[in-house]
């Protein structure tokens, strides 16, 4: 793998969190690529060197995200309910302007839906409709229902100010979540 250089990556991060600081500031059209790049202290060439346009650069921001919580809930989702969605509230913590804008504040409409459709994916490997509580219910329904539920309950979170620690919304979503799988 080649080592990017470090110039680049700051800039980038400098880019992403300025597109990010500007969502929560203000609607996505009244956006330009010029507020981006000072916001960034960048060119706007610099800009679209690594970005088609704001959409592209909205859009990669969206799937580093999605592709982080895919990547760790290949490990995670191999622990209990509690310690896995604790992994989660921690992320959803300390990228809290990230998930506030895309989800709380609806800065992005499109990447609540891909986060649902994330979770719902994740959440059918969990579900058994075959036997127990669950049985004869739709698993389309079930699963459905737990990420709305998830997601949901993430948005209160982040739109009251993260009330709780990330331990104790992992207990009582986890504890949730259980009664439902």
């Not at 600081?21 to 060439?45: W, Y």
């Not at 650069?57 to 509690?82: F, G, N, P, Y």
């Not at 994330?118 to 058994?128: A, H, P, Q, R, S």
């Not at 709305?148 to 100010?161: F, H, I, K, Q």
Request: glycine letters at 4%; one cysteine or more; a negative charge.
């Amino acid at each position: 793998m080649a080592k990017v250089d470090r110039r680049i990556a700051k800039s980038q991060e400098a880019i992403k969190k300025a597109m990010i600081e500007l969502m929560s500031e203000k609607a996505f059209d009244d956006i330009t690529i010029q507020d981006i790049a000072d916001r960034a202290d960048v060119n706007r060439g610099t800009i679209y060197l690594h970005y088609t346009d704001k959409f592209d650069l909205v859009d990669k921001l969206m799937e580093e995200h999605i592709t982080k919580l895919r990547d760790t809930s290949e490990w995670a989702c191999e622990m209990e309910w509690l310690d896995a969605t604790r992994i989660f509230f921690e992320y959803f913590e300390n990228n809290y302007l990230f998930f506030s804008t895309m989800l709380a504040s609806k800065g992005a409409p499109s990447f609540r839906s891909r986060f649902l459709e994330f979770l719902i994916e994740k959440f059918t490997d969990e579900v058994d409709v075959t036997t127990g509580k669950n049985k004869g219910l739709s698993e389309d329904v079930i699963v459905r229902f737990m990420g709305t539920a998830y997601v949901g309950s993430l948005e209160w979170w982040l739109t009251n100010g993260m009330p709780y620690p990330p331990e104790e919304m992992a207990k009582q979503l986890g504890d949730l979540l259980e009664r439902i799988a």
